[in-house]
């Protein structure tokens, strides 16, 4: 086998063994408070906009940021208009789409894409991810999520009595991304590079490698249509709290976006899914683990503050409340939160979050709200940038973060802040860098390139020399960089 790249899940050191702080950024369309889009900063039309989305990826870029993230509520509402009102999510781009756009218009950011594996089939997602690495220069990265709204499922037609629950998803979701692997898989890396034109012979057959897949879930007999991804699989992704989901990430995922409140929780979370990686043969190193931030800066604590609450005030409670699925709108919203609610199919871990920040602190339904859906769970800093530098270097310095996936509440102008005054504060501390590492975004975020396991050093036909004669044996790899010849009389697998 090949020695050039380690396996995905060695456990040998990576190439630079010294920690990065990485950091991403989640944009949504207004931002993530849920009133963003009425605050009088935010856009003033929800209707598509390409050049918007341009902007504030190359800001993203202009700062360094090692990661572009788009989530994805694919069919959520179905056609319940009465969820659909007042939802900021509607109307979005739908994320493959959009960063195969944006990988035209930036040079070095990654661009991670959500695709629910509930809705697709491994072979079009494969197809789609090799297209945007090679399209972006190995910039991709898959965001892998299983869930399952109600709302989605019958936009897709999905019979109630066959969906699955939520841990045969996440079993699903595993078959699906190994057979994407196997599917990028069925070529090695430079497969295309030698097209011998003389002999009119087009592929060597050695560098193909057909999949046979026949699983609980899925079946596929073929040869993925497009080349080797550049990096050799996009960077995956994953998000989630629950059991089940620490599990996933730590058999597959090489970035977990999660969630945290406190030190004390990330520091848990960090180390129970950093512990679970050694029984699938892996370093530590080989997973990034960057939880949710959100920021409100302002140039004194105090003009945070009155930031915070201007956004505050805008959240409408006269058309109810649903918070991860519980639909609250029945009980007094100054009351505890019921203590009999059932637990939800989809963001299980979110939930349990919720009901122990309500419990911990003995929360009314409206201070929950206030208080978890402005960054949905996760940290918020309001305060000065070196309030949230000082944030960034304890959780990053205590092992409770790789880094982080800033989720800015309002936009475009909380993320300017951001920019303008907490990556400086970080570069001058010397936490983040002020230059891109690598050419890919594996190699910037540090993860080794997955070596194709087809591929090995073997001399598969003999090279034809200018007579016509078989020159002298020699080996020859079907890896990137390397040099092959191919035979046109034997091991043609097409010709022109």
């Not at 190359?58 to 009465?82: C, I, N, P, R, W």
């Not at 045969?168 to 497969?191: C, I, P």
Request: hydrophobic share 35%; with cysteine.
């Amino acid at each position: 086998m090949s020695t050039d790249f380690a396996s995905p899940y060695s456990t040998a050191p990576l190439r630079e063994p010294e920690r990065r702080l990485s950091l991403g950024v989640f944009f949504m369309k207004f931002g993530h408070h849920p009133a963003a889009w009425r605050h009088p900063e935010s856009p003033g039309s929800g209707d598509p906009d390409f050049a918007y989305w341009v902007r504030l990826t190359q800001l993203a870029e202009q700062a360094k940021l090692h990661t572009v993230f788009l989530a994805d509520f694919v069919g959520s509402f179905g056609a319940d208009l009465d969820k659909l009102e007042h939802r900021s999510s509607a109307a979005n781009f739908e994320p493959l789409t959009l960063m195969s756009a944006l990988a035209a218009v930036t040079k070095r950011i990654g661009l991670i894409a959500t695709v629910n594996t509930n809705f697709t089939e491994p072979y079009n997602v494969a197809r789609a991810f090799s297209s945007l690495d090679h399209l972006s220069g190995g910039r991709a990265g898959w965001n892998v999520v299983s869930s399952l709204s109600e709302g989605a499922a019958r936009s897709f037609g999905l019979p109630p009595d066959e969906t699955l629950d939520h841990p045969s998803r996440y079993e699903r979701a595993g078959e699906f991304v190994e057979l994407a692997k196997s599917l990028w898989d069925s070529w090695d890396d430079n497969s295309f590079s030698f097209i011998h034109k003389e002999s009119g012979a087009y592929l060597n057959r050695n560098t193909a490698h057909p999949v046979h897949h026949e699983g609980r879930y899925f079946t596929s007999h073929s040869l993925l249509d497009t080349a080797r991804p550049v990096q050799g699989y996009p960077v995956l992704v994953q998000a989630g709290n629950s059991d089940t989901g620490k599990e996933f990430a730590a058999r597959i995922a090489e970035m977990v976006y999660c969630s945290a409140q406190s030190l004390e929780i990330a520091r848990a979370y960090y180390a129970d899914v950093k512990s679970r990686l050694a029984k699938y043969g892996r370093h530590p190193d080989s997973l990034r683990i960057t939880p949710g931030l959100g920021t409100i800066i302002g140039s004194s604590e105090a003009e945070a503050q009155d930031k915070f609450q201007q956004l505050q005030s805008r959240i409408d409670f006269s058309r109810g409340v649903n918070l991860f699925g519980y639909d609250l709108s029945r009980h007094d919203l100054d009351g505890p939160l019921p203590d009999n609610l059932p637990e939800p199919e989809n963001g299980k871990g979110r939930a349990r979050q919720l009901r122990d920040l309500a419990r911990r602190e003995n929360l009314t339904i409206r201070q929950l709200v206030l208080r978890f859906s402005i960054t949905r769970g996760h940290l918020l800093v309001v305060g000065t940038a070196k309030q949230v530098a000082d944030k960034i270097e304890e959780w990053y310095t205590s092992h409770a973060a790789d880094g982080f996936n800033v989720v800015p509440p309002l936009l475009p102008g909380g993320f300017e802040d951001f920019v303008t005054h907490v990556v400086p504060e970080l570069q001058r501390r010397g936490l983040f860098r002020r230059e891109y590492q690598g050419s890919t975004l594996r190699e910037d975020l540090g993860l080794v390139r997955p070596a194709n396991p087809h591929t090995h050093t073997v001399a598969p036909a003999p090279a034809v020399g200018i007579a016509g004669e078989p020159e002298s044996d020699r080996d020859v790899s079907s890896r990137a960089g390397s040099t092959v010849k191919a035979d046109p009389r034997h091991e043609v697998l097409a010709t022109a």
